[in-house]
């Protein structure tokens, strides 16, 4: 499904790909709101110094009081009618998402989010072992060698970050399969701890984007991959759609760490430089002939790339016969063939 938007006093809102208009996504964008206010006022807590990362402008704040006012007194369950009649997007499918929520961390005091790092993440081996066993296919199929190094990947990748988590259920799977994501796109490359990223910060559900007017499943800006925890569940429970928004955001990391910080001049740029001629072409076709890019491909080449990331894994011979070129040049880019589960990479 492509953006959807529609108008809310004057103001355009967009629904992206992965949102799914219900209750408590409204709910989430009134409790932001309300953050937005909140955050005129001095600080006095133990995170704030991690509210530096995230810009927020005067004009934008008004707009969304007066938004705020609107949803107020719009009694919620009736726009969210009304925007799942424009949008069409039906309410999110739980009962996948619970069966992977095993591990939930303790937690004393309620906060607006837990800050988790090498210091408290609390993650035996064992426990990431059985993790990834459990509910990582792209792991479980590795050989015995190669499942070594990806989870040595993850702990590393894992240990690197800092992990804001906003929920009052804090899971021990929500780094583990977040970090095994980032280390499944980057497995054939040697750097994969994408280190312009300090901060991942995981949504319960979908989240209101104040400066965009966006609700999103994910987004990278700054020094930061947000995802909405369910959506990422929802896109690993599933691996033959081709949806899947942890692949999906960190294909965007991925991009910015290698082109734009690192100014990569080695195979991967070449390589994305030929991606990018061939998402030119497919992109001129304005419509996909094969089923396979959907609309929101179509958007620019940067949701191109994403969109083919997430094909490539989970529509592998799809793509491959329906775009050689582009498969070809993914597999040489990533370094990696998802043809040979076992061993897709050397
Ligand atoms: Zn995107």
Not at 188 to 196: I, K, M, S, T, V
Request: net charge negative; charged share 20%.
């Amino acid at each position: 499904m492509a953006d959807t938007t529609f108008v809310l006093d004057g103001r355009t809102v967009t629904l992206s790909n992965y949102t799914v208009v219900n209750d408590s996504v409204l709910d989430e964008i009134r409790k932001d709101l309300q953050l937005a206010q909140a955050d005129t006022q001095p600080k006095n807590n133990t995170y704030s110094s991690h509210n530096n990362s995230f810009g927020f402008s005067d004009t934008i704040f008004f707009t969304f009081l007066i938004v705020l006012i609107i949803l107020t007194y719009a009694k919620p369950p009736f726009l969210a009618k009304i925007i799942a009649k424009i949008t069409g997007v039906t309410e999110t499918d739980d009962q996948n998402i619970d069966e992977y929520q095993n591990t939930q961390y303790e937690t004393t005091a309620a906060r607006d989010y837990y800050l988790y790092n090498q210091n408290n993440l609390d993650l035996k081996h064992q426990d990431i072992e059985t993790i990834l066993d459990k509910y990582f296919v792209y792991y479980k199929n590795l050989d015995k060698q190669l499942q070594c190094r990806f989870f040595d990947r993850v702990l590393k990748f894992m240990n690197s970050k800092d992990f804001l988590i906003y929920s009052n259920e804090p899971f021990k799977e929500m780094p583990v399969l977040i970090s095994a994501a980032a280390v499944q796109i980057s497995f054939g490359l040697d750097e994969y701890e994408l280190p312009h990223y300090q901060y991942i910060q995981v949504k319960k559900e979908e989240y209101f984007a104040r400066e965009t007017l966006h609700v999103l499943a994910g987004n990278v800006e700054d020094n930061s991959i947000t995802l909405a925890w369910n959506q990422v569940l929802k896109g690993f429970s599933n691996l033959e759609d081709g949806d899947n928004v942890g692949l999906h955001e960190m294909a965007h990391a991925l991009y910015y760490q290698e082109i734009i910080i690192e100014k990569d001049a080695s195979d991967f740029a070449n390589y994305f430089n030929q991606l990018m001629k061939d998402g030119e072409y497919v992109l001129e076709q304005k419509v996909c002939p094969h089923n396979l890019y959907t609309p929101y491909a179509f958007t620019n080449l940067q949701e191109f790339w994403a969109v083919s990331v997430e094909l490539f894994f989970e529509k592998t011979p799809h793509l491959q016969t329906a775009y050689p070129n582009i498969f070809e040049h993914l597999q040489k880019l990533l370094k990696q063939n998802p043809l040979i589960p076992n061993k897709p990479v050397s």
